[in-house]
């Protein structure tokens, strides 16, 4: 598990020069210098702040946008990002942290909460009118794979390979 940050909203660019890995970005500069990859990007903040959630929602396909190709599904990745944000707030209320990175050439959505940990169940409700129980069905049909790693009282991680693909790579100057 990666930790969570406690800043009220914090955002965090990652990039890598050369082979190394280097964080965070936080400056832009003119300077003659080696390029700068993004490799991905961490928001943190309390899941009860809806106005923080819609910020980080619109951060994140900002991201995706300036670093997928054109051809992704991005509608579907808003979607991902929605249900698993929904989640957090219905069943794990506080802080939560969100990941985006990029493996090769697939972007990874990962989702920390502080939440007491649950079963995982991709399959629909029974009850066709139930209120609850296709999040992670619509997350699993969407995307490219999800995990679960719930750590029993010590939060849970989702993590789900999103049906977008990176762009050719781009430069951080």
């Not at 190394?20 to 500069?29: D, K």
């Not at 054109?70 to 989640?87: K, P, Q, R, T």
């Not at 029993?152 to 999103?162: D, N, Q, Y």
């Amino acid at each position: 598990m990666w930790a969570l940050e406690s800043a009220q909203a914090a955002c965090r660019v990652w990039a890598k020069q050369g082979g190394r890995l280097r964080g965070p970005v936080t400056e832009r500069s003119t300077n003659a210098r080696p390029r700068l990859i993004v490799v991905g990007v961490l928001w943190s903040f309390q899941c009860e702040d809806a106005r923080r959630a819609e910020h980080v929602r619109a951060h994140f396909l900002t991201f995706l946008h300036t670093f997928a190709a054109s051809n992704s599904d991005f509608a579907a990745a808003e979607l991902i990002f929605g249900e698993l944000i929904a989640n957090v707030v219905r069943y794990a209320p506080g802080r939560v942290a969100i990941r985006v990175e990029w493996q090769e050439t697939s972007a990874v959505l990962s989702v920390q909460d502080q939440g007491e940990g649950f079963t995982p169940s991709f399959d629909l409700p029974d009850d066709p009118l139930a209120e609850c129980g296709r999040g992670l069905f619509l997350v699993s049909a969407l995307g490219r794979g999800v995990e679960v790693d719930s750590c029993g009282g010590r939060g849970t991680t989702v993590s789900v390979k999103l049906p977008v693909t990176r762009a050719l790579q781009r430069n951080l100057d």
